[in-house]
Structure formats: C-alpha cells, structure tokens
C-alpha cells in the first residue's frame, strides 16, 4: 500500500494580493514554484530549503521602514553637522596658518596687505572650498544618503 504522504492532493487556497505576490516574489528567487513554497511552509521546512528567510507583516514593515528614514534623516543630518565641523576647522587651521607665517619672516608692504587681506577671509568664516563645491558635496552625501536608506529597506523588505 503507498504512503498517503507522497500522494499531492489538490485545494484550493486563497490569499490576499500582497501575501500571493510575496509568496510568488519569494519563489522566483529561490527557483521554486509559488505551490512549493506554500507546502515548504505548511511541512515547517522552509528555513530548510531557503536559509535564512524571515517574514513580516505589513504593519512591520511600515514599523521597519519609519525607522529606516528616520535613520536616513538622522544621517543627513549628521553629514551637515560634519560640514559646519569642517568649515569652522579649515577657518581655524587658516588663520593659525597666517600667524605662524607672519611670525616667521618680516613682511613686505604688499606681503603685508596680502596677508591682511587673507585674515579677514579666514575670519569671516569663508570656507576654502566654493559654495557651489560645497552645494555639489552636501548634495552627493544627500544623494548617498538616500540610496543607503533605500538599499536597506530592500534588505528589510
């Protein structure tokens, strides 16, 4: 008599739209039909045939991704704390620059004029970077920012 275990009997199951097209995303990648997956999951045996497989519901997943662009802001910000670190340490280290180079030798009139000239943009605050470079810096860090967020909810997801 045959085992009643190796015969496949058909039903019929339904599944919400997001369950079904995960089931089917999850299959596709692993190279499994979405009915497999399914009796994988029935049997307890999906971590067997998949490896490391985790599941969320929806309301995790709005928890997980809340968290991921809180992080991102977070970030984001952290990057334009970094540039205002940045700024204010090239005006200091350009200032400190200007004295020890007016302490080393006596300075012509035009050398003198020149280094005047030098403080007084050091101590406004002017950065030894352009705004625009500094623009194109910040928006790449954005940029970056961005992807590192999106990168991870795929991971996530």
Request: aromatic residues 6%; hydrophobic residues 35%; glycine residues 6%.
């Amino acid at each position: 008599m045959a085992d009643k275990t190796d015969k496949l009997v058909p039903l019929t199951v339904r599944f919400t739209g997001p369950a079904i097209e995960t089931i089917k995303s999850i299959a596709a990648e692993h190279g499994f039909s979405a009915a497999e997956i399914i009796r994988f999951t029935m049997d307890n045996k999906l971590k067997e045939y998949l490896g490391s497989i985790q599941f969320m519901d929806y309301e995790q997943g709005k928890d997980i991704e809340k968290d991921i662009l809180q992080l991102v802001r977070l970030t984001q910000k952290v990057g334009q704390e970094l540039n205002r670190i940045g700024v204010n340490y090239n005006q200091e280290m350009k200032i400190r620059n200007l004295q020890a180079q007016y302490d080393r030798h006596k300075m012509t009139i035009d050398e003198r004029v020149q280094w005047k000239k030098n403080m007084a943009e050091a101590q406004s605050g002017q950065s030894t970077l352009s705004k625009e470079e500094l623009d194109e810096l910040m928006t790449r860090y954005e940029t970056v920012s961005k992807k590192v967020g999106e990168l991870i909810c795929l991971i996530q997801g």
